[in-house]
């Protein structure tokens, strides 16, 4: 019997057809060969961040409006700036949420932290800020022990909440020193320009401001009489550079950055009225001193004639002049015994013949115009 292959041959509707060949299964192996589905997920999520940064990169004239729009408002500049001591200087810098503006304003860049390894012990923690358009990578490894460091001592975290706590504040400033690493130097320092001028602009010192002030540092056991010993003046005389570096410390020690010691005076005495007073008058006088030290001149020395000037001064002197000599008329002389007398013509020295009469009605002073000169 001849074989019909249309025999077994079965017809089937659009919806019973087979799923196209490369159409993969949920349980087949990974796009990429060697790798677990969620490294492969975070490789490919990460090239296409990267592809994505290629098409659109960053535009260096917005990145600074954006820098500026973000360091104008109040609530950043506050919490912009760190300071602690360092043998003797007061050193400034970006804290990690004026860090985290900056690189959120500078576009296609991405940071943060993660923990690799714990145990009870400690925590091995990784840092990191990516820059996806110029695929520049700045991280740091680093392990946090599981303790607290107090005033009576060392003291053993157990609770999950302490321990992330403490992580995270130490990560935190991993992840700025990763930050300021890839944003450019200029950037920055105009981003702290601008902070400290919109926080000095905005300052408004009022009662409620310092009591919040001082209870704030009292978290950090720094008391009202440390405080006024450290700038000199009673708390309430406070001047807005004074409030503004305070709140630059509270920063500083609310992140870790500094400790109390490097600002202020554990055993600092109560300030007194005197010590209060000179310090205002000696603020007070300052430009005043400074305006009369501009104005104030050195006497300018007599000048001294010269020896020849003297001598023609003192021959000049001996000589009796009579007093009417300057009124002679023509034809006229003056004797030895100093009398006026008429000349005749014969015993003028002048020529009459050469004497010019001016005109009647000449009136210029000018004797240029008068003479003809042909």
């Known amino acids: 019997m ?71 408002r109040k609530k950043l500049a506050e919490n912009a700036l760190y300071q602690y001591s360092r043998g003797g200087t007061d050193i400034t810098g970006p804290s990690i949420r004026l860090a985290e503006a900056l690189i959120n304003a500078y576009g296609n860049a991405k940071s943060g932290f993660e923990v690799i390894d714990s145990n009870p012990e400690y925590s091995r923690v990784r840092a990191y800020a990516y820059d996806m358009e110029t695929n520049t990578l700045q991280e740091r490894t680093f392990d946090v022990e599981h303790i607290r460091q107090t005033k009576t001592g060392r003291t053993k975290l157990t609770d999950p909440r302490d321990i992330y706590e403490t992580v995270a504040n130490n990560a935190s400033r991993r992840e700025r020193a990763c930050i300021l690493a890839l944003i450019p130097g200029d950037l920055q320092d105009y981003a702290v320009n601008l902070c400290k001028t919109t926080l000095e602009k905005a300052v408004d010192i009022t009662p409620d401001k310092i009591e919040g002030l001082c209870r704030g540092l009292a978290k950090f056991g720094v008391s009202k009489t ?115 007398i008429e000349e005749s013509p014969a015993e003028s020295s002048v020529d009459p013949s050469t004497m010019v009469t001016a005109p009647e009605d000449f009136q210029d002073d000018s004797m240029e115009d008068f003479y003809d000169e042909d």
């Open 226 to 340: 440390m405080i006024e010993a450290r700038i000199q003046r009673h708390i309430d005389a406070i001047t807005a550079q004074q409030y503004v570096w305070l709140c630059s410390v509270g920063t500083s020690l609310k992140e870790g950055v500094a400790k109390v010691d490097d600002f202020f005076d554990r055993n600092a005495k109560p300030i007194g009225q005197a010590e209060v007073q000179a310090s205002t008058a000696k603020t007070a006088e300052a430009p005043k001193k400074r305006a009369a030290a501009k104005t104030q001149q050195k006497p300018v020395p007599e000048a001294k004639p010269e020896p020849q000037a003297a001598e023609d001064a003192a021959s000049s002197a001996s000589i009796d002049v009579p007093d009417d000599i300057w009124n002679t008329a023509p034809g006229t002389r003056i004797t030895e015994e100093g009398e006026l």
């Open 2 to 72: 001849a074989y019909d292959p249309n025999a077994h041959q079965i017809s089937r509707t659009p919806a019973e057809a087979p799923a196209a060949s490369y159409q993969r299964d949920a349980n087949m192996a990974p796009a990429f060969a060697g790798m677990t589905p969620a490294v492969a997920r975070e490789v490919a999520t990460i090239q296409g961040q990267i592809m994505l940064a290629k098409m659109f990169p960053r535009n260096m004239a917005e990145v600074w409006k954006k820098v500026e729009a973000a360091c104008s």
